[in-house]
């Protein structure tokens, strides 16, 4: 009912910048969160970063001062400027949308690679 929809992945080196961009679009009530997620195969998925409806919002250790989450609510987007990117970033990052009456949906991904 809600659709989740992910860009901005690809292939670049060690030390490089991708931006990551997410809209949610559909039977939408009232999204209260989104965030980002990624996850390497024989590995479980794992929060990278989460903003709030608010602002407020929530980074996995391993990419503080290093990604920065934002969102536009207007647009029900959320983007991921990811700088610094080292190869152990490789893998495919999800959007995922908490809508407070529906539930929380995911994208299906975008797959990221670091070269070294």
């Known amino acids: 009912q809600v659709q989740v929809v992910e860009s901005g992945g690809g292939l670049v080196q060690a030390g490089g910048s991708l931006r990551l961009s997410c809209t949610a679009s559909?039977?939408?009530?009232?999204?209260?969160?989104m965030g980002w997620y990624r996850q390497v195969p024989g590995k479980q998925r794992e929060l990278v970063a989460r903003i709030a409806s608010g602002g407020s919002t929530n980074y996995a250790d391993f990419v503080k001062g290093r990604f920065t989450v934002s969102r536009d609510n207007a647009k029900n987007a959320v983007y991921l400027q990811m700088n610094s990117l080292r190869p152990e970033d490789t893998a495919v990052y999800y959007c995922n949308v908490a809508d407070f009456r529906r539930g929380g949906f995911w994208g299906q991904g975008t797959p990221v690679t670091v070269s070294s």
């Open positions: 559909g039977s939408i009530s009232t999204i209260v969160a």
